[in-house]
């Protein structure tokens, strides 16, 4: 069930979507199917006012939907082939290391209950890495960059 607070930021998530979709040119808007940029619409927030200076385009602060969204439109919409056979390979990847972890955790948990004695946990490292969203967002940067210069 989604929250007051998450229905909100999921609205002003498609306000920021919107707002990129008419920054584009009439070719890529032509590409996204009309029914689709109909339901963005209907779902955006109309009391969120969403501006980017034309200059500062590239270090805008998306909200994380907004990435999320946009990261589908790319793939179903302007990706060439070979981008979304990588695209789909990187999601499966991600899906079979949460699915593996999941699995360690649950054989972790399965064996320090076998044992009597008290099994030292290690913290795992986490390294930071550009999520596969914000990878499509700086291309999608880079596409809107062309079609203003």
């Known amino acids: 069930m989604i929250n007051k607070t998450e229905e909100e930021m999921e ?10 979709i008419n920054e ?4 890529m808007k032509n ?17 969120y ?7 500062d385009f590239e270090n805008v602060e998306l909200l994380e939907d ?3 969204i946009l990261s589908v439109l790319y793939t179903d919409y302007f990706a060439t082939d ?11 990847m ?3 290391e949460k699915e593996s972890g999941i699995e360690n955790i649950k054989l972790n948990e399965l064996f320090t209950r076998k ?16 999520k596969w969203y914000q990878k499509i967002k700086n291309i999608l940067i880079k596409i809107f960059r062309r079609n203003n210069d």
Do not use: C, G
Not at 11 to 20: L, Q
Not at 31 to 43: G, H, L, T
Not at 49 to 55: G, K, L, S
Not at 115 to 130: A, C, M, R
């Open 11 to 20: 609205a002003k998530a498609y306000t920021e979507v919107n707002y990129i």
């Open 24 to 27: 584009m040119s009439e070719e």
């Open 31 to 47: 590409k996204i199917p009309k029914d689709i940029i109909e339901n963005i619409k209907a779902r955006m927030d109309k009391n």
């Open 49 to 55: 006012d969403f501006y980017i200076e034309d200059d």
């Open 66 to 68: 907004t990435e999320k």
């Open 82 to 92: 070979e981008e979304k056979a990588i695209i789909k390979n990187k999601e499966k």
């Open 94 to 96: 991600i899906e079979e």
């Open 115 to 130: 044992q009597d004695k008290v099994i030292e946990h290690h913290d795992l490292t986490v390294v930071k890495k550009e």
